[in-house]
Structures are given as C-alpha cells and as structure tokens.
C-alpha cells in the first residue's frame, strides 16, 4: 500500500499543529529555565499526575507501539514478553527507588550514586553508563525515525533524520526539562488515545467479544493457536531469563526515566508519579496487545497493505499498527497515528538528549573533571552538550541506515541493567560498598555486556556476516549483571583502606537522608 497523498496530508496537518504547540510551550518554558534547577528539573514543580504522564511519554517510544504491536502481529502471545519486562520494571523503581532517589539525589541519578563514594571516579562511572545507554538508545530512535517517516510522509530518509534532530535540540537547549516535560505528556496523551481508538474500532468489528475475536485471530494466522501459546519468539529458557532481566532491570537503570524523578517537589510525588506511570503504560500494553492481534485479522491476508509477494507487509511488521489504522479508520486515523508515531520519537528523543547533556554538564564536566563553575556556566556547557549530541544523533542516525539497529536498544538496556542499575541500587542499600569495588565491578559489567553483544548472533553473525557466534545468545543481561554483582561485593568486601571504612561508617547518615529526606543538604556529598 502506497500512502495516499491525502494521508499524506492530514499527517503533515497533524504533525505540523503539534510541532507549532510544543514551540509554543517550549518559548514559554525558555523563560522558567533560566536557573540550573529551572533547566534540568523543571524547578521541581511537576506534579505527581503531570510527571506520570511524562514518565509514560519518555518510556512509550515509537519501538513500544510499533515494534510489540508488531512482534504480537508476527508471534502472537510471546510478543508480550517485551511489554511484560517493561513493566515489571516499575514496581522495582516503585519500591526500590523512587523515593531514596528522590531524597538524596539534585539532578541526576550519579548525584545518589556518588553520595558516600569518591565523587570523581563514580560520577566518571556513571555519566559513562549514562552517555552509552543515552547514545545507543537515541541511534535506535533516529533510524527508526528515519525509516518511519520516509513511509509515512514521502520524505527522504536523511531530512527526517535531520528534522527530528533539529526540532531535539531546539526543545531541549531553549525549554529544558520544562519544555521535554509538556511535549511528553501532550504525546503521551495523543498516542493514549490514538491506540484506544484503534482497538475499539477493531473490537467493535466483533461486537466486542473477545472469544470472537481471538478465534479469528486464530483461523486468519498461519500458526493457527500457537499464537495463542508461549515459545514462539524465545525458546530457551537462559535467553527468557536474560532478556527478562535487562527489561526489568534496565527500565530502573535508564537515566531518562531516573531524571524525571527530581521533577518533581518531595518523595510523595516520586512514588505518585510511579504508580500513575505504571497505570498509564499497563493499560498501553494491552492496547498493543489487541493492536497486534487486530493487525492478523484485519491486515494480514488483505493484500493492499502486503508486498508483491503477498506473504510480508509492506514496510516490514513493525507497520503492522500504522496499517491498522488505516483497515479500521481510512486515511484520517492513519493521518493521526502517523504523526502520533512521529510525535512520539520526537518525545522520546528529547527525553534522552537532556539525560545526556546532563551527565556531560553537572556529572563531568561540574564535577568528575572538578571544574569550579557557576550556575550560568554550567547551565552554558549543557546547552552546548545538547547541541553536540543531537548533531552526533542525526549523524550516526544516518550513517547507521543500512544497519541492524536492534541489537544497540538491547545493548541500552544491557547496560542500564549491567552498570547503572548495580551501583545505583547497592549505593542505597549496601552498607559494605567501596567506591573501588563499585567502579571495578561496574566496570566490569559495562565491558562484558558490550562485548557479549558484539560477539553474540546479532551482531558476530547478522552484521559482521561470521558463520557461527562465539556467545551463542542474543541477550548478555543474566550474565553481565552477575559479574557486575559478583565483582561490587568481592572488591567491596575485601577493600579495608581508610576510605573503605569512610564509606561504610557514612552509609547510616545516607541511609536516613534516604527514608526521611532531611538531615543532608540535598545534593550534597562528603
């Protein structure tokens, strides 16, 4: 199926009105982010509802709704492991840490991470994890993007990427958090509703009977009820198991998400801001769970939406939801979801850029490197950060359009869970831990999940075109996390110098500022 000019159109209409809105807010916002605190948190004046929503937008990116939409239309019920993953994730940054979080840290989660440890080589660790998980995870958006777009708007594949990368930085250096804020929350709002049309439209075709529609589901599949059973996408239980922890793992590690809980004013708001995020992406989940399986019925064996060969869809099966919403809703839904679809790496893109000017900024640049800087000035080097890294995002997004780029959102969450996750959580929790035993194992976790990643099928067998991986699974996460554990505590353990014994003796005086919230300059370390 060709997109119809008129589609074209009405996405253009759509995608033009919300870039013209979030412009609007982000020259509102450049006026309330003149200060460090305006600029990367908003002033802390978010509420808990508004930075739900937010969290929703940031973490509901073009992959969730088009790639498990996608991965259900193509496996059926196994699609759902990623979403599952995903939110198994919230209540673990629900119980764990939102709060602590929120009590001990100013700006970044390397604020909590360098507490009670020597500020240099943590935040060094840190912002590291925090810039290769931002870099990886913002590659993958922009091809995406590009791919997308190219689709949907008739646009080449190197000005999407380039339009995308423009609207990034302007958001986030002239509107900080303030601006990233509203532009996710106004596409949270809009792909929220965008899916729920959609699934009511494909349930109303079966008088909302749900044993109607899975059953057809059921006859217009090649597997027939195999769809309906697990194993079809991961058959062996270590790849179920590491997949499954990097999901989890990794969504509490990610430092887009952990940024947007110094959004808001006090502990309370963190854990509202949680459970609002977990109800709104639960019940996104189940929309792409009936948006896969609406997609078999109503797309798979119509041959306007499939290639010449009439078995794979045009575009690949992550279009499957963008063809639905044309099978259910002609060319005005598929006008709004295509620059809903947009909108939404627009979001999620920016998002991840402040996260990464952030680290570069206040982690390193302020603090790691020890530079005596004011406010203004740091405020300056991040404005500048932004730019590099959105002119780096449109770069590597189109010298990387020929790629597999699956593996690097993998590696984003490998990482997350490897690095950022291990020493963020024991850095609240763990009495015993030493600086040198969270930078040698965090380290070591950072390096094994990379390299498990570059010689594991992916990228040992589908890129660089070898026979046969010298790692025999796709997904590093179950054993980057163990020897990133294993090496905090042996190294933790066995480290009796005087600033072993500093930190350990400091770890009471964190432990209350991180229940209470009180009795520690905020931000503050020794």
Do not use: C
Not at 225 to 254: Q, R, V, W, Y
Not at 353 to 376: C, M, P, Q, R
Not at 432 to 456: D, F, Q, Y
Request: proline residues 3%.
């Amino acid at each position: 199926m060709q997109i119809e000019s008129s589609t074209n159109t009405t996405a253009i209409i759509m995608f033009t009105a919300f870039v013209v809105l979030t412009l609007m807010i982000t020259y509102w916002a450049s006026n309330k982010s003149k200060t460090a605190s305006g600029f990367y948190t908003a002033g802390g004046n978010i509420s808990g509802l508004q930075n739900g929503l937010a969290i929703s937008g940031d973490f509901m990116s073009a992959a969730s709704f088009l790639g498990i939409s996608g991965l259900v239309f193509l496996t059926g019920f196994d699609g759902l492991i990623y979403s599952i993953g995903f939110l198994v994730g919230w209540p673990i940054i629900l119980l764990l840490i939102a709060e602590p979080l929120r009590n001990l840290g100013k700006y970044t989660f390397a604020d909590v991470a360098s507490f009670r440890l020597k500020q240099k080589p943590i935040r060094t660790l840190a912002s590291l994890g925090s810039l290769f998980t931002v870099i990886l995870y913002l590659i993958a958006q922009m091809v995406g993007a590009g791919k997308l777009i190219e689709l949907l708007f008739g646009l080449s594949y190197a000005s999407a990427v380039m339009i995308v990368g423009s609207l990034m930085i302007l958001y986030v250096t002239f509107g900080g958090m303030l601006a990233t804020t509203w532009v996710q929350i106004i596409k949270a709002i809009l792909l929220l509703s965008g899916a729920t049309v959609i699934a009511l439209l494909v349930l109303a075709q079966f008088d909302f009977s749900f044993n109607d529609f899975f059953a057809k589901a059921v006859d217009s599949h090649p597997k027939l009820d195999a769809i309906l059973a697990p194993g079809g996408l991961i058959s062996d239980p270590i790849s179920a198991i590491s997949l499954g922890l990097a999901l989890m793992f990794g969504t509490a590690g990610l430092p887009h998400i952990l940024m947007r809980f110094f959004t808001v004013k006090d502990a309370v708001e963190a854990r509202k801001s949680v459970v609002y995020a977990t109800g709104f992406i639960g019940y996104f989940y189940i929309l792409t769970f009936i948006i896969g399986f609406g997609a078999i019925v109503l797309v798979l064996n119509d041959p306007q939406y499939l290639q010449p060969d009439g078995k794979t869809l045009i575009g690949n099966n992550n279009m499957a939801a963008i063809h639905l919403s044309h099978a259910v809703g002609g060319d005005l839904l598929l006008g709004f979801i295509s620059a809903v679809a947009f909108a939404t790496i627009l979001a999620v893109v920016s998002g991840l850029t402040l996260a990464g000017a952030s680290a570069i900024s206040h982690d390193l640049y302020s603090n790691a490197l020890g530079k005596s800087v004011t406010e203004e000035k740091e405020m300056r080097i991040s404005k500048y950060a932004t730019v590099a890294l959105g002119l780096l995002a449109i770069f590597l997004g189109i010298i990387f359009e020929k790629q597999n780029v699956a593996f690097m959102v993998g590696l984003a969450f490998a990482i997350a869970a490897s690095t950022n996750f291990p020493i963020l959580l024991l850095s609240i929790y763990w009495k015993n831990l030493t600086t040198k035993g969270a930078i040698i194992g965090g380290t070591a976790g950072l390096i094994t999940a990379i390299i498990l990643v570059v010689i594991g099928p992916v990228v040992w067998v589908d890129i660089l075109k070898n026979s046969s991986p010298l790692f025999p699974y796709k997904y590093p996460a179950l054993f980057s996390m163990l020897i990133t554990f294993i090496g905090i505590w042996v190294f933790s353990i066995t480290d009796k110098s005087k600033q072993a014994q500093k930190e350990k003796l400091l770890f009471k005086n964190q432990y209350f500022r991180s229940q209470t919230g009180v009795g520690i300059e905020k931000g503050s370390s020794h």
